[in-house]
């Protein structure tokens, strides 16, 4: 494939050069800023060579090339543009972007981009520590080791550090989405699981200390694990930070200004924030495991069924913030396993998509965009293939429903987020060989429920061919 000229089309489909404010990428995507997002012609684009699908989210025009490609698109469509060479890994430039798709979002959206932006660079430390949960609690159901072994001590302190100094870890990448010291952001989520307070992580049963200061009742209590504090200690600190700096000279700025946004802010969180946070976060995770117990089966149709279109809109970056409460709060997150059958149901009815259709390059696309979803990654297909018809997208919901429904049923749950489809049995498997199996038997339902109904429901092509 020649690169530069696919490149070189797309800057005139898109508009032109001077249509483009900004471009970055992720793993599958070219993520586009437009002054005027009607000038793309969208039917043209989606014909150039190695584009699978086209769509508009999040502030951004985003055209699927798929992983490796996109990189090698995005350098020449950079280059075009002169938009330089960065890409996501940081820099100038993604910052730009970052801000000039924020403006053309929603209020909703906006708040579900910040949060995807601040929870997705700790997914790793999550998974880690969800797959040494998994090796620790091998180790201990089938004794492959005393009780009183170090592996038992080690793994325990390994597995538990990512959810005990959670606060710090979002507290660092909070302050670099809001605009402030990540550093000071650190310093509060460490104030916040200070050694001087109860750490309730380790000491569930355990009373916390109250003391008197300034006529309240303040309990010694830590925040270790939770989520919503954090949140807004650290929103409330960059505007300290940021009021602070405007004032001080800039000759005592690096004196003054952590000092003062500190103290100010770390009585906040002690006396108000935290508390209060403390509550929020509580009434959702509960009003969440209420429902999930109550409604049970019912609930597992409509947010299995729902969760793609949920997708669409960006807002489902966010929920990662939600898997993080209910992990702190339960020890495990149940709504994960519902987001997977959501998933592998789109897989499924892209690859019945594939018998179905006529068109040489939607079958070309089809089986490695479902595959993609198979594994978590669900754009390709969603956008390339299923949502292209409508038809196949009701069949993948009708599918992720079923699969919810099964997996709510059987109770199937994981001990970390970011991982859905076939990565997911890993953060599964400390729960059981019986949760295990349930999820596969739920990975069929879903698949091959949405297969069945996409075949079922079938294809308009020609409607497809006129747009």
């Keep these: 494939m020649d690169t530069k000229k696919v490149a070189h089309e797309l800057v005139d489909l898109l508009g032109g050069a001077d249509n483009v404010v900004s471009a970055t990428h992720c793993a599958t995507r070219l993520r586009i800023v437009l002054n005027d997002d009607d000038k793309p012609d969208k039917s043209q684009i989606e014909e150039l060579d190695g584009v699978k699908g086209v769509f508009k989210a999040s502030g951004q025009y985003q055209v699927i090339f798929g992983t490796?490609?996109?990189?090698?698109?995005?350098?020449?469509?950079?280059?075009?543009?002169?938009?330089?060479?960065?890409?996501?890994?940081?820099?100038?430039?993604?910052?730009?972007?970052?801000?000039?798709?924020?403006?053309?979002?929603?209020?909703?959206?906006?708040?579900?981009?910040?949060?995807?932006?601040?929870?997705?660079?700790?997914?790793?430390?999550?998974?880690?520590?969800?797959?040494?949960?998994?090796?620790?609690?091998?180790?201990?159901?089938?004794?492959?080791?005393?009780?009183?072994?170090?592996?038992?001590?080690?793994?325990?302190?390994?597995?538990?550090?990512?959810?005990?100094?959670?606060?710090?870890?979002?507290?660092?990448?909070?302050?670099?989405?809001?605009?402030?010291?990540?550093?000071?952001?650190?310093?509060?989520?460490?104030?916040?699981?200070?050694p001087a307070l109860l750490n309730p992580w380790t000491l569930a049963d355990a009373e916390p200390e109250t003391i008197q200061f300034l006529g309240m009742n303040v309990d010694l209590l830590g925040y270790q694990g939770t989520v919503i504090p954090i949140l807004l200690v650290v929103y409330i600190m960059s505007k300290i930070e940021r009021g602070v700096r405007k004032v001080v000279p800039n000759a005592i700025d690096l004196l003054v200004t952590p000092f003062v946004t500190v103290i100010v802010t770390g009585f906040i969180a002690m006396l108000f924030v935290g508390p209060l946070g403390t509550m929020i976060g509580n009434g959702l995770t509960w009003g969440l495991d209420y429902i999930y117990n109550t409604a049970g089966i019912f609930a597992g149709l409509l947010f299995g069924g729902l969760y793609s279109t949920i997708v669409i809109t960006g807002v489902h970056h966010s929920f990662h913030a939600i898997e993080a409460a209910l992990i702190a709060d339960f020890g495990m997150n149940f709504l994960l396993p519902i987001w997977a059958m959501a998933?592998?149901?789109?897989?499924?009815?892209?690859?019945?998509?594939?018998?179905?259709?006529?068109?040489?390059?939607?079958?070309?696309?089809?089986?490695?965009?479902?595959?993609?979803?198979?594994?978590?990654?669900?754009?390709?297909?969603?956008?390339?293939?299923?949502?292209?018809?409508?038809?196949?997208?009701?069949?993948?919901?009708?599918?992720?429903?079923?699969?919810?429904?099964?997996?709510?049923?059987?109770?199937?749950?994981?001990?970390?987020?970011?991982?859905?489809?076939?990565?997911?049995?890993?953060?599964?498997?400390?729960?059981?060989?019986?949760?295990?199996?349930?999820?596969?038997?739920?990975?069929?339902i879903a698949a091959g429920g949405a297969f069945v109904a996409t075949l079922l429901l079938g294809l308009k092509e020609d409607a497809e061919k006129k747009k």
């Design 68 to 194: 490796g490609l996109v990189n090698k698109v995005y350098a020449e469509f950079a280059e075009l543009t002169g938009l330089g060479t960065k890409d996501t890994d940081g820099g100038e430039k993604q910052v730009d972007h970052a801000d000039a798709a924020k403006k053309k979002m929603n209020p909703l959206a906006r708040i579900a981009r910040t949060l995807s932006n601040i929870f997705v660079p700790i997914i790793p430390a999550i998974v880690a520590s969800g797959l040494l949960m998994g090796l620790l609690g091998m180790l201990q159901a089938f004794e492959l080791v005393p009780p009183d072994s170090p592996w038992i001590l080690f793994l325990d302190m390994f597995s538990s550090a990512a959810f005990i100094i959670l606060p710090i870890l979002i507290g660092f990448s909070a302050a670099k989405e809001f605009g402030a010291n990540p550093y000071l952001g650190a310093v509060l989520g460490g104030i916040m699981t200070h």
């Design 343 to 444: 998933n592998v149901a789109q897989g499924g009815a892209g690859l019945a998509v594939f018998f179905l259709t006529k068109n040489p390059k939607v079958k070309e696309i089809a089986i490695p965009a479902s595959f993609s979803a198979f594994l978590g990654i669900t754009e390709p297909v969603i956008f390339g293939v299923n949502l292209r018809f409508m038809r196949p997208f009701i069949g993948a919901a009708i599918g992720g429903a079923l699969g919810g429904a099964y997996v709510v049923f059987t109770n199937v749950v994981t001990n970390a987020y970011g991982l859905t489809g076939i990565p997911m049995f890993a953060i599964a498997a400390p729960f059981g060989t019986a949760n295990i199996i349930n999820y596969a038997i739920g990975i069929l």
